[in-house]
């Protein structure tokens, strides 16, 4: 064999190996961009699946919250319907009724919601899910809601009426009267959440003074003592917050909203817990409120509530239910099982019914002196009855819309506050015209030949609309204004996406 021959041969051994090197390399490097691509491919997949999940679960909560609007703007019609039959089981006593239709959203809103809630709602009809056709959503998905009556809470804007003291009055009670049971002591005799000590007139005061304003600027810190026959020493606001190093002081005007009164001294996470928010997932148990027209619906209002508005007031000799555990078990037993066999239905007829029943008086009073539960006079009981109502106007609704998919569930969460004070009757809105021209003109010309719309509470009470001055001397803005106020779906004046 030549010397060339065995050198050619020697340099082919050598490069054996090469090509499976660059194979296997080329190999390395595809598999590492497709798996990159593939994660990016997921991840971009799972951003856009997430969106499309969030988005629907958004416009199924929107449905819960008009959904609700409408059952909520349909109550008036219910009671006048159920009028009568009540009226004849109180023997005619009693004033208007309110039937808290918005206790049974679940049943009533069934044939909107999954197959779940249209099956269950068909099942209390007696209907047959077979020959039902479109109800209910499809392609997955549901919503749950649950309607807050605000009127049946403490609310802590009251002191931002400014109207002397009666408001901060009316609050500083309510506030003392649920602080007031023994159990609580330890609350108060410890630290707060700012490492303070801040007693139970402390607390009351720092909320009412954080709410209210004088108009001169003179800030005097309240008392808390709304019943002291005497005027007692009053020192300006304590600058408490500066004090002890926080970044904000008093704002001296209304809560924005509930979570805002976490700012306030003494309100720390046991305070928020036992007189706030016991139950976060649960806002039907919620006992403060800053969206409350002001006085205290007590046919709605849970037994706590009823207890602190109860031991709020004013009496010649303190009552043993505000001060014995035992008359106040037996209170808020006796109280929540009469809610019970009402299955809804208001109690109190009239404001007289509850001042009565405190008494031992009436049938109501004569159930709670059978608990062994004391008789509560009053000192001044008209004063008790100008701090409530039977009737509730303003509403929280916590929708959830809700979407299931693939290894995880996708919700959205709408918490929005409905003030139906101003609501028309469903119905009783006059015409609305958007732009002018012909189309104005014609429609203008078809409303003076429809009879007018009867007005009500916050209804606009015109039938006619104009492009410039109505009849009544008003501008179409005005009307077109007057009108969205009058929404008998109520008028929106809080609204949260979580």
Not at 63 to 71: E, G, I, P, T, W
Not at 111 to 137: H, M, T, Y
Not at 379 to 397: G, N, T, Y
Request: glycine share 10%; charged share 20%; proline share 5%.
């Amino acid at each position: 064999m030549s010397i060339k021959r065995k050198t050619r041969r020697k340099q082919r051994a050598d490069e054996r190996g090469v090509a499976l090197i660059l194979v296997l390399g080329s190999i390395t490097l595809l598999t590492v961009f497709l798996t990159q691509l593939q994660e990016e491919t997921s991840s971009e997949l799972a951003a856009a699946l997430s969106e499309r999940d969030a988005l629907k679960a958004e416009y199924f909560a929107r449905s819960a919250v008009n959904l609700s609007r409408l059952l909520i703007a349909t109550e008036p019609e219910i009671s006048s319907s159920v009028a009568p039959i009540l009226a004849l089981l109180n023997q005619g006593k009693g004033g208007k009724i309110q039937i808290p239709v918005w206790e049974f959203t679940d049943l009533v809103l069934g044939p909107f919601n999954d197959a779940v809630g249209s099956q269950s709602f068909l099942a209390s009809i007696g209907g047959d899910a077979r020959s039902a056709k479109n109800i209910g959503i499809t392609g997955g998905g549901r919503f749950e809601v649950s309607i807050v009556d605000e009127d049946a809470k403490i609310n802590l804007n009251l002191p931002a009426q400014n109207d002397s003291s009666t408001s901060a009055d009316r609050l500083a009670s309510q506030l003392l009267g649920l602080m007031v049971p023994p159990q609580y002591d330890e609350l108060f005799n410890g630290r707060d959440g700012d490492g303070q000590f801040s007693d139970r007139q402390s607390v009351c005061s720092a909320l009412v003074d954080w709410v209210d304003s004088q108009p001169d600027a003179n800030e005097i810190q309240y008392n808390c003592d709304p019943h002291s026959q005497t005027a007692g020493s009053r020192s300006p606001e304590d600058n408490f917050y500066q004090t002890i190093g926080l970044p904000y002081q008093r704002k001296n005007a209304a809560f924005d909203s509930l979570e805002e009164a976490r700012l306030v001294r003494g309100v720390g996470d046991d305070f928020w817990a036992s007189f706030v928010d016991p139950e976060p997932e649960n806002p039907k148990k919620r006992i403060m409120t800053v969206w409350g027209q002001g006085k205290l619906n007590v046919n709605a209002a849970n037994a706590q509530t009823l207890l602190a508005f109860v031991c709020g007031q004013d009496f010649a000799q303190p009552p043993e239910l505000c001060s014995d555990p035992i008359q106040m078990q037996t209170f808020i037993m006796g109280v929540t099982l009469g809610k019970s066999f009402t299955f809804g239905l208001p109690i109190f007829g009239k404001t007289q019914d509850f001042i009565d029943m405190m008494a031992g008086k009436g049938q109501l009073g004569t159930i709670l002196a059978g608990l062994q539960l004391k008789p509560v006079t009053f000192k001044v009981p008209k004063s008790v009855a100008s701090a409530m109502q039977l009737q509730s106007h303003r509403f929280s609704i916590y929708a959830d819309g809700i979407v299931p998919g693939y290894k995880r569930t996708t919700k959205v969460r709408i918490h929005t506050v409905v003030d139906f004070v101003t609501a028309g009757q469903l119905g009783a809105l006059g015409t609305v015209i958007v732009g002018g021209g012909q189309a104005a003109a014609s429609a203008a010309a078809l409303a003076t030949t429809l009879p007018p719309t009867p007005s009500s509470a916050g209804s606009t009470g015109s039938s006619a609309a104009t492009t410039g001055a109505s009849a009544s001397g008003t501008t179409q803005a005005d009307d077109i204004l007057k009108q969205l106020n009058g929404n008998p779906a109520g008028t929106i004046i809080y609204w949260r996406v979580e």
